[in-house]
């Protein structure tokens, strides 16, 4: 029978979790109760606090006399992190639910992120109609808001319980039998400037067998395929589009953290790497932009995205970083230049043309670069020619066969 998980703080909000136990239970599935909360449970649970902390190597009585809310959160955050991957390994549950303020969010949501994606996870939440980047990350969580409190049973409350139990529930229990066909999986990075290129790319790849993962370069995008390659979900990595670097180095909206173009090169994995959208920084709308940048070449993109052009001393410092994490590799890398513009505004004619800025990041690549492990392809196409996108998916393929016949 399948199983449910339901991690909360059964010492304050016992009486809750039990309804949402009862209400599992009727409607056919097993339950797998684990207790985040410092005090013991106020019912019968299948893995105490306990067991959680000594998961993260704490005691629980420590935990108590301390009486520091932050620590024992903290802690506990830890020994779930732990713990609840170990026992969804073991076969103990299918899918987890959770419920909480914003403690409570923050100790069971980073051990969701930890299962595996497919992998049912919820998180009913008083923090859900906010940011919840920091709680969902690059994972597949569903928050759902509490709209009050979870604290008590009342007509708002049973409400929000039996949906996000009847949704929890269909994840787990409804299962589609269609199959699709193990193909080989590449990713790649996609902004609305390089979409041409990528949509060139991913047909050359799909028309000969590979099945191609497409990933918004908005921050949460690049950062979600470097976890995926890191998975080893990923056998082939086209990075056409390292814009997210433009907003790590210069300070726009949608960095991907330092961490960017690392995972590939960790993992062997054959990567083809390309500059696309390295000529602009994101901000929000017009209005956001910080006063220092107001005097710059400013892009209404659309109302709510303002695009700044970068500089030349800025793609020195762009190229110097890309050519940092592409020396990482021990081969199966390749980094292809489009010498006649990296964006579909960076070509003749267009508001972000611009050959002095252009040539600085890629003679910085070329003068950075260890040409021992990364191959370097010039072509005299701009990013978004279908010659140049179909070269790149090309090359890629190559390297990847090449690794498989090794």
Not at 115 to 129: C, E, N, Y
Not at 171 to 190: E, G, L, Q, S
Request: include cysteine; charged fraction near 25%.
């Amino acid at each position: 029978m399948k199983t449910i998980a339901i991690a909360g703080t059964f010492d304050t909000k016992g009486t809750e979790l039990v309804y949402v136990k009862e209400l599992i239970e009727d409607l056919g599935l097993k339950t797998f109760t684990i207790n985040t909360g410092v005090f013991e449970s106020e019912v019968s649970v299948d893995v105490s606090n306990s067991e959680v902390a000594k998961a993260a190597d704490a005691d629980i009585n420590e935990i108590v006399e301390k009486k520091d809310r932050a620590l024992a959160t903290e802690i506990l955050s830890n020994g779930m992190l732990k713990l609840v991957p170990k026992l969804y390994k073991e076969g103990k549950f299918n899918g987890i639910i959770s419920f909480g303020g914003t403690g409570g969010t923050s100790m069971v949501t980073p051990a969701m992120r930890a299962l595996p994606i497919g992998v049912p996870k919820v998180m009913v939440s008083t923090v859900a109609s906010g940011d919840t980047s920091f709680y969902v990350g690059t994972s597949d969580l569903v928050m759902m808001p509490s709209v009050v409190d979870v604290a008590g049973l009342n007509s708002i409350s049973t409400e929000i319980f039996i949906n996000a139990v009847h949704a929890i529930v269909g994840m787990v229990k409804y299962k589609d039998n269609r199959k699709f066909d193990k193909k080989p999986t590449i990713a790649t990075t996609m902004f609305g400037v390089t979409t041409p290129a990528v949509n060139f790319a991913k047909e050359y790849l799909e028309n000969r067998g590979y099945e191609v993962l497409v990933f918004h370069a908005t921050g949460v995008g690049g950062r979600t395929m470097e976890d995926l390659i890191g998975s080893g979900l990923i056998e082939g990595v086209l990075d056409l589009t390292t814009t997210e670097w433009c907003d790590e180095i210069v300070g726009g909206v949608l960095a991907a953290g330092p961490h960017r173009l690392e995972a590939a090169a960790k993992n062997n994995i054959p990567q083809v790497i390309s500059v696309g959208a390295l000529d602009m920084v994101n901000f929000g709308s017009i209005d956001t932009v910080p006063k220092k940048f107001k005097e710059r070449n400013l892009y209404k993109h659309n109302p709510s995205v303002t695009l700044m052009r970068t500089t030349i001393e800025e793609n020195e410092k762009i190229g110097n970083k890309i050519a940092e994490k592409l020396n990482m590799a021990t081969g199966n890398t390749v980094l292809m230049i489009p010498l006649k513009g990296v964006s579909a505004i960076d070509v003749e004619g267009q508001v972000f043309y611009g050959k002095k800025e252009d040539r600085m990041l890629f003679d910085t690549l070329r003068k950075n670069i260890n040409k021992d492990v990364v191959e370097i392809i010039e072509k005299d196409n701009s990013i978004n020619d279908k010659e140049f996108a179909e070269a790149a998916a090309q090359k890629l393929i190559d390297l990847m066969q090449a690794k498989k016949k090794k």
